[in-house]
Nanobody
Framework: QVQLVESGGGLVQAGGSLRLSCTAS????????MAWYRQAPGKQRELVAS???????NYSDSVKGRFTISRDNAKNTMYLQMNSLKVEDTSVYYC????????WGQGTQVTVSS
């Protein structure tokens, strides 16, 4: 079955960097668009960035210029490089397979301290 497993979260100071990974299994990774979402306590889940099967990327205004989404189809893995982190980036980050059926990972916590 489809599985998405995130990793790479943690605690970092403001201005620091983290790289999240999302490893997929159970389907042909290369043909599906993927996305990163995040959800802070008391807030709705929001789209952070997406990447098509062909590598076309899209970012929310709040992370544009600081975050980079990428994918390695040979490794069935999607990444989110997060630089210049801000306290307001603190959230649980989820990866999602885009398509007719939604699949989500379990999430990884990112905490940015001031």
């Amino acid at each position: 079955q489809v599985q998405l497993v995130e990793s790479g979260g943690g605690l970092v100071q403001a201005g620091g960097s983290l790289r999240l990974s999302c490893t997929a299994s159970g389907y042909i990774f290369s043909i599906f668009a993927m996305a990163w979402y995040r959800q802070a306590p008391g807030k709705q889940r929001e789209l952070v960035a997406s990447i098509t099967s062909g590598g076309v990327t899209n970012y929310s205004d709040s992370v544009k210029g600081r975050f980079t989404i990428s994918r390695d189809n040979a490794k069935n893995t999607m990444y989110l490089q997060m630089n210049s982190l801000k306290v307001e980036d603190t959230s649980v980050y989820y990866c999602k397979r885009l398509g007719p059926n939604d699949y989500w990972g379990q999430g990884t916590q990112v905490t940015v301290s001031s």
